[in-house]
């Protein structure tokens, strides 16, 4: 959060430079032959004020289009450093994932450890949109692989397993029937696509690690 602070001032002394909006989690959804991103923006009118999210979504006819339409919605320039968690739908996590992976990895503003989940039974979108506070997401899934509820796989080792032999095994989230956003088993990919979900925390009978 300190490092979120620091952006105003820092961006004010850039002259005529774009301000960063900062962006905490992304959500792919297919929309006809092309893609929908949604970026939860981290919403801060000054220093003092709590940071609070706000998304906004952008189509295209690949993820790399998505993004630049999206930072085309925007006066400012779309951080993403701070991002924690890549949301995919059903339908968009039934693509290959592996070009969108390595693609991710090569991206210097995006971290390595960044959050890959797939939503079971909706939209990511709706899923992204449904938590109200920043980071809210990141923390439910670190918490699930701390205690091995749900695989501990951050975007270097899905790209790492998914170029190995085209299977990985990534969390997965949906809403309970209280409209929260919970654990909901695991989406296997085989050959780069998903596959089938497994509900539960246990294959082999063992946890995750």
């Given amino acids: 959060m300190k490092k979120l602070l620091l952006l105003l001032p820092l961006a004010?002394?850039?002259?005529?430079?774009?301000e960063p909006?900062?962006?905490?989690?992304?959500?792919?959804?297919?929309?006809?032959?092309?893609?929908?991103?949604?970026?939860?923006?981290?919403?801060?009118?000054?220093?003092?004020?709590?940071?609070?999210?706000?998304c906004l979504a952008a189509q295209g006819d690949s993820f790399t289009d998505a993004l630049h339409a999206l930072e085309?919605?925007?006066?400012?320039?779309?951080?993403?450093?701070?991002?924690?968690?890549l949301l995919l739908s059903e339908q968009a996590a039934e693509d290959d994932l592996t070009?969108?992976?390595?693609?991710?990895?090569?991206?210097?503003?995006?971290?390595?450890?960044?959050?890959?989940?797939v939503v079971r039974g909706g939209a990511a979108s709706d899923l992204l949109e449904n938590?109200?506070?920043?980071?809210?997401?990141?923390?439910?899934?670190?918490?699930?692989?701390?205690?091995?509820?749900?695989?501990?796989?951050?975007?270097?080792?899905?790209?790492?397993?998914?170029e190995t032999d085209g299977t990985a095994i990534l969390p997965s989230l949906s809403l309970?029937?209280?409209?929260?956003?919970?654990p909901s088993g695991t989406a296997v990919f085989t050959e780069g696509k998903l596959s089938c979900f497994l509900d539960g925390g246990m294959i082999g009978g063992e946890r995750f690690a």
């Fill in 72 to 85: 085309g919605l925007l006066p400012d320039e779309l951080y993403l450093s701070h991002a924690q968690v």
């Fill in 99 to 117: 070009p969108l992976a390595e693609y991710l990895c090569r991206d210097n503003d995006i971290r390595l450890n960044l959050r890959c989940a």
């Fill in 176 to 182: 309970d029937r209280f409209g929260q956003t919970a």
């Fill in 131 to 162: 938590d109200e506070e920043i980071y809210a997401l990141s923390d439910l899934l670190d918490r699930a692989a701390e205690t091995g509820t749900l695989p501990d796989m951050p975007l270097y080792r899905v790209t790492e397993a998914l």
């Fill in 12 to 18: 004010l002394l850039c002259g005529c430079a774009r």
């Fill in 21 to 54: 909006s900062p962006v905490s989690a992304l959500a792919l959804d297919r929309a006809g032959n092309g893609c929908r991103l949604t970026a939860e923006l981290v919403r801060q009118d000054t220093p003092e004020d709590a940071a609070v999210p706000s």
